[in-house]
């Protein structure tokens, strides 16, 4: 017997069906950048802490735990505005437009070396699998990072694989976690926690929080949901960015408690920590090869979406003036039949071709300028947060908004002690001035915090 259902309740189902598959599509795209850096962030950590494996759970937590609380100051400002804008709409809000390019510079940079470290991670992964290629590691980075670059100009068609990408490595990273719970480990194992000192835990902190770029990236990207409202904006925003956390949370501890629990030390210059960790869990045999293809994958798949976002915010750039001249040359607005400026996927290529061919083509030579610049991002939008919240009264919402630029000033000035790092700041902070006085020249053309959405 049939059961006939009524046209308003299907459709209701129809409808709650559409935005449950458009959540998946737009949460574990936006998370393949955060999500592809626990194939490095761990890693990088570890060699800040001389390998000294009693203080690498420790240090990830602490990494999670300064995420956690940048993304509670992104919660806030998702809720102020729920059409994007993110730290430059905070920015731009609390102290005048021209602050919005701070973190504006800071996302290009960002962007630049997302593309070049995702590209030179994902050359180290097949390395690592099959080790006869680490004589071409420096061809086979720039031949990916140009690779890449030339598919995403067929446009957002593939973002439903850096979706499909983010699933497969979440799910074979738990299948290597549960086998490698069973495996013997290596050598004698420290305890997971109990002997970690405090000062070295700090000190390899910056590297650790590599892990944190992309946390931004829900406050903006909701920007482009325009079948939602600002309720249902908000609601698809804030529910990304804690998925995001717990995921790349989870992710990141599980990691790190396997690496310890097996005894692992510094990997050979053929292969990765996270792929000896994948090793010694499952063997060498399929289930590695699948787990290796889909870190290489899940990497090249963030790279995409920066090339994406980078040259859009350049095309973005190059429109905003108030006299038909943008803050960019005209080149950069042009698009392709995919809606992608050729000319800004064809910039962001050649920044990132040189930046894998200065580091040999190993990513965590490239780690130790990452993560930096977009702190700058960061601690704007959360002090923005801060100072707006107060204006309001909302105590509870400034408590969290000063709380996360609290902790995020903190990693800035552990950065400090280190020269790459600064040289990161010192590229975002040039760009910011440099677009900066562009807009003066043209007139100070409002809307500029608009941008990033």
Partial sequence: MTVAVPAREAGALRSRRIRFNLFIAFAFTIMADPVSSVAYAVEAALGGLDRELSSLFPTMALVVAVIALVAGGYHGLIARFPRGGGGPEALATAFGEGWAFLPLGALLVDFTLTIAVSCAAAASALIAYAPGLAPGRVPIGIALAATVGMATLAGHRARIAFATATLAFVGLTLAVVFAGAGAEP????????????????????????????????????????????????????????????????????????????????????????????????????????????????????????????????????????????????????????????????????????????????????????????????????????????????????????????????????????????????????????????????????????????
Avoid: C
Avoid at 239 to 268: F, H
Avoid at 354 to 383: I, K, N, P, R, T
């Fill in 186 to 453: 290596a050598a004698a194992r420290p305890p997971l926690a109990g002997d970690a000192a405090l000062l070295p835990v700090l000190l390899a902190l910056p590297l650790g929080m590599a892990l944190a770029t992309g946390v931004e990236a829900p406050s903006n990207a909701i920007a482009q949901l325009g079948q939602l409202g600002d309720r249902g904006k908000r609601v698809f925003g804030q529910l990304t960015l804690w998925l995001m956390v717990a995921i790349v949370g989870s992710l990141t501890l599980l990691v790190a408690a396997l690496i310890v629990r097996l005894g692992l030390g510094a990997p050979a210059a053929d292969s990765t920590l996270l792929a000896d960790a994948a090793r010694a869990a499952v063997g060498g045999g399929a289930l590695f090869a699948a787990f290796q293809v889909a870190s290489a994958l899940l990497l090249l798949s963030a790279a995409a979406s920066s090339y994406l976002a980078g040259s859009g915010l350049l095309e973005a750039l190059a429109w905003h003036g108030s006299d038909g001249e943008g803050l960019l040359p005209r080149r950069f607005r042009v698009a392709n039949g995919a809606y992608v400026p050729p000319w800004g996927v064809a910039v962001l290529v050649g920044v990132a071709v040189a930046l894998v061919a200065a580091a040999g083509g190993h990513e965590q030579s490239l780690v130790h300028f990452y993560a930096a610049a977009v702190f700058m991002s960061f601690l704007g939008a959360l002090l923005a947060g801060t100072v707006l919240s107060r204006r309001e009264r909302r105590w509870s919402a400034t408590l969290v908004a000063g709380a996360g630029t609290l902790a995020v000033a903190t990693v800035i000035v552990l950065n400090m002690r280190r020269i790459d790092p600064v040289l990161s700041m010192a590229a975002a902070g040039a760009v910011s001035l440099y677009l900066w006085r562009v807009w003066v020249a043209r007139g100070r053309p409002g809307g500029i915090a608009r941008v990033a959405a």
